[in-house]
């Protein structure tokens, strides 16, 4: 929004709990919290200058995604039919670093408040003909007063803004943990592929970070997670390797079932059946790379009020194994900024509920698909029952099969 | 005798050459505490901001060079007439122009007052003043850059004199934007039967089908008073969305822009500059020879 041409007269503060990040060249290591930045959020990022110092930093691109069962040979692969990059793998210090010094560049309309915390909202009354102030009042933990006429909360998943304005959210703990890790490859590769296989216990993604060093999200159980955390390096490693080659979990009546189905369709489309590429071994970890957080799902009945929007995480939270996250947070900044810009031309008050209803419509419809088909494939790939082994197998072969399915996800 | 003198000045306006009617008054003064809730009784000028404020905003831009990002009104003069509540005022503030709001209704000033003194820039870019047209004329002559007279001229008592005052407080090339409604069959039974006896989309009693303007009359008028008129669009107003949009027809509601000559303009427009013109040539003949 600081780089809107709308906005050029207005002041826009930050609040920001965590101190000053900026890089100039990265360390060595890499860090243990990467994203998956699709193409549409590289645009965004781009469209206020910081895409450029993410490319100066470190970034991984990948050209293609494959994802299997370990329950049987079912396989989609996704990749773009003109080999371009499918999305880029960044460490979320590197696009810290790129907003950091975009903010500065528009630091005489956007203040931001370093190690900040706001301790009080105060919301405007509903009533029309008050002599109150009819916009947001903040009090920060160290006495600084702030009034507003829109608040944005993008504070996570445990919002304060939400909670404060008594937003309801609909939320479920997941019984999972993800533990992450930065691994080194056995050997180098070209190492432009994302890699993920569905085991029972949970989904183990293996993302490029460079020709030899690949970030690790493994989703399983609590105890399976902390036991990960425990154990030594080399052990680690060899559950890794494992979990992405070993093949205790076929059954061979999945196993010829799954080979049935697959001459059906090469008979019926021949392209239909892509080649299955092995994933590269992992040789060592990080030393102290490995960590865990819990996950959950989460959203908003409303993620708009009279001055108060709700952005990213505050207002939808997702299983990290469609790697979408941090992407449907851009795609509501988008958004919203695209609809405070149209405001702003119009003279509009900025906490307006009219325009502030249009980003709820247009984001919702587009994030509850998206959240909703996650959540049902983390349920569906959670189980070993040989039905839904069966079930999901077919469909995952019908649907490598189906370009224009394919293309839509 | 003096003073009774001074007592007869005071209030030269109350009588018969005022455009403002005081049945008019009265309806609005009954509703004046409602104009900021935007889902009540004015929640169709609310909505109708959104074509109106593009409107008067795009016309200014395209006849003007400068440009100034965040502020697209900088340095523009607006005088709102029937600023109600303000409604209007605000965004055209908000846009950079320096705005002068009047409207003859005490209660609707003050709302307004109220509403814009929480904004610390819109307090000092909007002035408003509890004032009839004619009021401001003497001293407002030629001070304006822009009039708007929106959702107005269907309520006042004499359009002409209206139109004739609106030029002599606007700058020469200056603009007016009037929005109102057209008195046709269609006007009668979607504008008064159906918004406001049926489906309550204007409070009931607001308007008056005698009163409504058709566009073919207010441009007669604008013309023979010195005006050009560049623009006349067509409203529509859904009651289903709630919004307004532009259609081809100006049997309802329509909005309109008009230019008032950059000649001076006299009292006697026709005669004038040929008078002068002869003089001259008359002055420079007398002195060349």
């Known amino acids: 929004l600081g780089h809107d041409i709308h906005f050029h007269d207005k002041k826009i503060a930050l609040l920001e709990a965590g101190p000053r990040k900026e890089y100039d060249h990265m360390p060595d290591s890499y860090s243990n919290r990467v994203s998956s930045i699709s ?65 500065d560049a528009v630091a005489d309309r956007v203040e931001v408040f370093y190690r900040s915390r706001a301790v009080r909202y105060t919301w405007p009354l509903p009533s ?17 007063r702030l009034q507003t006429k829109l608040l944005i909360g993008a504070d996570g998943h445990n919002s304060v803004v939400r909670k404060e304005a008594e937003i309801k959210n609909i939320e479920h703990h997941y019984d999972q943990s993800a533990v992450v890790a930065t691994l080194h490859l056995s050997e180098a590769t070209d190492n ?158 900025l906490g307006s509920l009219k325009h502030l209803l249009k980003f709820e419509t247009e984001r919702q419809r587009h994030n509850i698909s998206l959240i909703a088909a996650t959540d049902a494939l983390k349920r569906l790939y959670s189980t070993t029952l040989t039905p839904l082994v069966l079930l999901r197998t077919w469909g995952l072969q019908a649907t490598n099969a189906l370009p224009p399915v394919k293309v839509r996800i | 005798q003096l003073s009774l003198f001074r007592f007869t000045l005071k209030r030269p306006f109350s009588t018969s050459h005022s455009s403002v009617d005081s049945k008019e008054m009265k309806k609005f003064q009954l509703l004046a505490h409602k104009w900021w809730d935007e889902e009540g009784e004015y929640a169709a000028l609310h909505s109708m901001n ?26 523009i003069k607006i005088l709102d007439v029937g600023c109600g509540g303000g409604l209007l005022s605000e965004p055209l503030g908000r846009l950079g122009a320096s705005v002068t709001g009047i409207d003859p209704v005490e209660d609707n000033i003050r709302t307004a007052d109220r509403h814009k003194s929480f904004d610390p820039v819109l ?66 039974v979607l504008g008064i039967v159906v918004a406001e006896k049926m489906m309550g989309i204007v409070p009931e009693g607001t308007h008056e ?81």
């Open chain 1, 39 to 103: 193409p549409g959020s590289a645009t965004l990022l781009s469209s206020c200058g910081a895409w450029d110092h993410v490319c100066s930093l470190r970034l991984k691109p990948f050209r293609r995604m494959q994802v299997w069962d370990a329950c049987s040979e079912a396989m989609i692969v996704f990749e773009k039919d003109d080999l371009d990059d499918m999305g880029y793998i960044v460490e979320n210090d590197v696009v810290m670093s790129a907003l950091t010094k975009q903010l």
């Open chain 1, 128 to 144: 029309h003909s008050c002599d109150t102030s009819p916009w947001v009042q903040v009090e920060l933990a160290d006495g600084r």
């Open chain 1, 192 to 349: 432009n592929v994302a890699w993920q296989r569905f085991l029972p216990t949970g989904p183990i993604a293996l993302l490029p970070l460079s020709d030899t060093a690949s970030s690790l999200v493994w989703s399983t159980s609590h105890d399976h997670a902390s036991e990960l955390l425990a154990m030594d390096e080399e052990s680690f490693v060899d559950s890794i390797n494992s979990a992405f080659w070993s093949n205790i979990n076929h059954t061979d009546f999945i196993d010829t079932a799954g080979a049935m189905f697959r001459s059906a369709i090469s008979l019926l489309k021949p392209s239909g059946t892509a080649v299955r590429q092995l994933p590269p071994s992992v040789a060592k970890v990080d030393p102290e790379s490995r960590a865990m957080f819990p996950l959950g799902m989460g959203h908003a009945t409303e993620y708009v009020q009279h001055r108060v929007a709700l952005i990213g995480d505050a207002a939808h939270r997702v299983h990290p194994l469609a790697g979408q996250g941090v992407n449907l947070g851009f795609g509501d900044i988008a958004c919203l900024a695209h609809h405070l810009s149209a405001a702003a031309f119009n003279g509009s008050d």
């Open chain 2, 50 to 75: 959104d074509i109106r404020v593009p409107f008067i905003r795009d016309s200014l831009l395209s006849m003007s060079n400068n440009y100034h990002p965040g502020n697209p009104l900088s340095g």
């Open chain 2, 123 to 188: 307090a000092k870019r909007i002035q408003y003043k509890c004032s009839s047209l004619e009021e401001i004329v003497e001293e407002s002559m030629e001070t304006f850059d822009v009039i708007v007279a929106s959702e107005v001229v269907e309520h006042v008592a004499d359009l002409e004199t209206f139109i004739k005052c609106c030029s002599q407080v606007l700058k020469p090339e200056g603009s007016l934007f009037i929005t109102t409604i057209n008195k046709t069959q269609l006007s009668y």
């Open chain 2, 209 to 289: 089908w005698e009163k409504f303007v058709p566009p073919e009359e207010l441009e007669r008028l604008l013309e023979s008073n010195g005006f050009s008129v560049r623009t006349v669009k067509g409203m529509l107003y859904n009651p289903l969305s709630g919004s307004w949009g532009w259609m081809e027809s100006t049997s309802l509601n329509y909005a309109l822009h008009a230019v008032k000559s950059g000649a001076r303009v006299r009292s006697h427009a026709t005669d004038a500059p040929s008078e002068t013109d002869v003089q001259q040539r008359s002055a420079t003949a007398g002195t060349a020879g």
